[in-house]
């Protein structure tokens, strides 16, 4: 399994970086249209997402510097549930919210059969125990490339990113937070301080209706590595009072992830931030995204400040710089 893994993703980093920049249409994105784009895994599965470029017009310090927030579906679910499904009553869904009111680049992904994202003529293949480790080492990595793409182009600052996932893309979200964050840096400086990042970019992570596992990949492991607050990593779990299970699972992955002391949040002043792991419960069964329309007081409002004050006004991600190695600029 681990060697699986490792094979996929080291698949990513050869993945030719001009077949992804051909993938994009710059004059949508420059009018800030969502576009509907294929994308292939870095094993070659046929992906679809829909991605919302960042708007210059909300993000005064430079569109270089603009935010970025993947949404992962859920089980049976599909990248349609966060573009059509998570608008409130008369408002926009929650993508458009967050690239239009907050400055966010926005990746809504159909992950390998489901939604789109399937074979051509295998409509019914079902998922198999492999099919997760792939999610996490293909389909993922493919966003992280893409992401690449437009951070290259002064278009997003990709160590600004967050990933909100529901159910079973929680332990997957999980898995590829790990492995971008034991990616390696160029050896293209003398101090390893300043060395040439090639991941350590996912700064938060918003975790609903979270499953402990996913086929192979283990959620709680990927945490146990995450949860270090030297990697200063924020976490968010949310979940429905009457939802057993779902509430049983936030909970568990909410008692590791504070298990290791943490800095003290400030407690006043301008710069107050909430504390960096948090639990939020409401009363409901529902589950997911509707979980969020359903609630959105009690648990969509908390997140948008948590994704603001962790992702786009993050204390430690770093201004835009070239990501490329010193060696090939």
Not at 74 to 103: C, I, N, T, V
Not at 169 to 180: I, K, Q, T
Request: aromatic share 6%.
């Amino acid at each position: 399994m681990a060697r699986m893994v490792k094979d996929l993703y080291r698949l990513h980093s050869l993945l030719p970086a001009v077949i992804l920049g051909l993938l994009w249409t710059p004059l949508a994105f420059a009018q800030g249209e969502p576009e509907v784009l294929p994308l292939q895994a870095t094993d070659g599965f046929p992906l679809q997402m829909t991605y919302y470029p960042a708007l210059a017009s909300a993000n005064p310090n430079g569109i270089e510097n603009a935010p970025v927030v993947l949404l992962l579906h859920g089980e049976k679910g599909r990248r349609l549930d966060w573009d059509k499904g998570s608008a409130l009553a008369g408002r926009d869904p929650l993508p458009k919210l967050l690239q239009e009111k907050g400055g966010y680049a926005v990746v809504t992904l159909d992950l390998r059969k489901h939604g789109d994202s399937i074979v051509p003529g295998r409509a019914g293949d079902t998922v198999q125990p492999n099919d997760y480790l792939a999610m996490v080492a293909g389909d993922l990595a493919a966003v992280k490339n893409f992401l690449f793409e437009q951070h290259q182009a002064k278009k997003l600052n990709m160590s600004k990113l967050g990933i909100v996932a529901t159910d079973f893309s929680v332990p997957l979200a999980l898995g590829f937070a790990e492995l971008d964050w034991k990616q390696v840096p160029y050896d293209d400086s003398p101090v390893p301080a300043t060395r040439t990042p090639r991941g350590q970019d996912v700064r938060a992570l918003v975790l609903i209706s979270p499953e402990l596992t996913a086929g192979r990949v283990n959620g709680a492991r990927s945490l146990n590595y995450l949860k270090n607050p030297g990697l200063a990593i924020a976490f968010m779990f949310i979940a429905g009072d009457q939802d057993a299970a779902s509430l049983k699972n936030a909970k568990t992955f909410y008692q590791s992830a504070t298990s290791i002391p943490r800095p003290a949040p400030v407690e006043e002043g301008p710069d107050a931030m909430s504390p960096s792991v948090q639990l939020v419960t409401a009363n409901t069964k529902d589950a997911g995204v509707p979980l969020l329309v359903k609630t959105s007081s009690v648990t969509l409002v908390p997140m948008l400040k948590f994704l603001d004050d962790y992702v786009k006004n993050s204390p430690v991600a770093s201004e835009w710089r070239d990501r490329r190695s010193r060696l090939e600029r």
